[in-house]
DNA sequence: ATGACAATCAGAGATTGA
């Protein structure tokens, strides 16, 4: 079973990759991130052509986060629990062929410090609460998205440009330990334990063909999920077409 | 310190992103 995240930054303007993109990989559930619209124009017809069923939790102009996969999925949650007051399309979660999936939009954080830097971190602490829940549970669990966060030094390709963003402040850094630290298994990392390996590249300054880029998608697997870890990777090819996501696919695959 | 680049909404330029 193939599970994948994919920041597709912009239903609209990514809908030809996103096809091919299902076409090629043949995800067995895709959270996208950032698709950008509201819930009512994502092209759940499209998407239902090219095999999959949706669920889209969608937004007007930003955010807005979907699972589509090719066996029916039932919904678990919608929106990220903890705050009424918090209007943003961040979070879905479902369970699909027995496995709870959520698709994540941690916010970004930026500029830091300041408000949206409060709210990030506000956010993840609403996420590690969410997820102790479902630590607990008994089916497997994959917490999977664009988490924002770059977790250590060796997942940036410089540590001196990127040193004041939130992405890799020291309190983002240090929510995602504790969230992992609730017993969940950073996929990438579980079967790459070392070296570069990127998710993101800047659309600025030529980041992609210098490979200037840094780890932000993650795949958080509960126990019953990462005793089923069999691979894990990015889709980094995706990233180097024409009218690329600036994100690339990350994916792990669990044993049937 | 800033801007570079892209997408959205709107119908120009501001906002958001990372």
Redo the contacts with the bound molecule.
Sequence with gaps: MRIATY?I??????LPRLLEWLAEYKPDVACL??I???SE?FPVEVIREAGYHSLVHGQ????GVAILSREPATETQRGLPGDDADD?SRYLEAEVAGVRVASI????G??QPGP?FDYKLAWMARLAAHAQTLHGLAQPVVLAG?Y?VIPTDEDVFSVKAMA????MQPESRAAFRSLCFQGWTDAIRAVTPSGRVYT?W?????AWPRDAG?R?DHLLLSPAAADRLRDAGVDRAVRGQE?A???APTWVVLAD
């Design positions: 920041n930054n912009g239903t609209n303007a990514r991130q950032e950008k619209t509201v124009n007007k102009g930003f955010n943003h939009y941690l916010p970004n930026n500029p949206k664009d924002n004041n963003d939130a992405l993101f800047d659309y600025q300054a030529g840094f932000i009218k996501s600036d994100h």
